[in-house]
């Protein structure tokens, strides 16, 4: 096996708080390593176009703070056939880079397993908000995104008790409900609808009923974007309890800002341990927070089944909003 002197790093599919700081794990860890590090821009297009820059010390100077990612990133169509595969691992091969490490989601995952069958080393670091991938207990970005859903929350509530009204707050989350249920868990949500939990709006809308009629003045519901259709759910609701309710997507506020500190020190921990698997050798990798420890997996448990739903935090909402 010949020795890995040159790595790239790139980041996927949607943007996640955190993402710099991981970006500058690797670059840093990577050089004081002796490694020539590559940053590719615009995700996987732009590594089939070859926008591949070589990264100093100074490239990744006062990122660690900020949201989004400098790499910039996209979601590759062209990363879905056989012709961009190749162009991707041919633009590192002909440079002598042996290594990627791609900071993204599982979809981004799937382009790196394509990589790593023609021969390049690959190592993914789990970066979304939405916490959905398998194999990890958390991803980078998930933490800040439920911080930002709490503090948008505490600005509605301000308003929901002033005119005593019910809102309706949908997150993101794409089919995963966790952002939901966190958030709603740490605000005291009324309900919180997600899609991994069959609901009943009448029943939601009598716990509503129950609650005014014993004082409570204002109401919150989270609804995760895969639980249905908000607007929808807002008429329902509506027709149920005689009263009317007010509708707040969040949408892409969720995923900028500076990373949590949980995230920050995540997404170190996590860029650092990359190198160290490269330096091993490994390759097919992710990189793991696994019962507070980070571990590398092989990559492929990522796209093992659906992430397990964390049934007891529902539950616990529940007991606690009746
Ligand atoms: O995967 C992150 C995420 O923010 C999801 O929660 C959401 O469904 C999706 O991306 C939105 O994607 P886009 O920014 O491409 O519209």
Excluded: W
Aim: with cysteine; hydrophobic share 40%.
């Amino acid at each position: 096996m010949a020795t890995i002197d040159k790595i790239a790093v790139l980041t996927s599919g949607g943007d996640a708080p955190g993402m710099n700081a991981a970006i500058r794990a690797v670059v840093r860890k990577g050089i004081y390593h002796n490694l020539k590090v590559f940053g590719v821009y615009h995700g996987y297009e732009g590594l089939i176009k070859g926008d591949i820059r070589p990264m100093d010390l100074g490239s990744v100077g006062d990122i660690i703070h900020r949201g989004g990612t400098i790499l910039r990133t996209a979601r590759s169509l062209e990363m879905f056939s056989e012709e961009g595969q190749h162009k991707a691992a041919s633009q590192l091969k002909d440079r002598g880079i042996g290594a990627l490490v791609v900071i993204g989601g599982d979809g981004s995952y799937r382009g790196a397993q394509k990589l790593a069958r023609l021969g390049i080393n690959v190592v993914g670091i789990p970066g979304t908000i939405d916490n959905d991938i398998v194999g990890t207990d958390m991803t980078i970005g998930f933490d800040t995104a439920v911080n930002t859903v709490i503090n948008a929350i505490s600005k509605i509530r301000d308003t929901a008790t002033s005119h005593e009204r019910t809102f309706l707050v949908e997150v993101m989350g794409r089919n995963c409900g966790d952002i939901a249920l966190r958030a709603g868990l740490a605000i005291g949500a009324e309900s919180i609808l997600i899609p991994e939990i069959e609901y009943d709006l009448k029943e939601v809308g009598e716990k509503l009923i129950r609650g005014f009629k014993r004082g409570k003045n204002h109401s919150i519901i989270i609804v995760a974007e895969g639980a249905g259709n908000i607007m929808d759910i807002s008429t329902r609701l509506k027709e149920y309890t005689g009263f009317d309710n007010k509708v707040t997507i969040l949408g892409h506020v969720q995923r900028g800002g500076a990373p949590t500190a949980f995230d920050s020190v995540l997404a170190a921990t996590m860029g650092g341990k990359a190198i160290d698997v490269i330096r091993e050798g490994k390759s097919e990798v992710m990189i793991s927070l696994c019962d507070n420890k980070i571990v590398d997996k092989p990559l492929h448990i990522a796209f093992e089944g659906k992430k397990p739903f964390q049934r007891h935090l529902y539950d616990l909402a529940n007991e606690l909003s009746i």
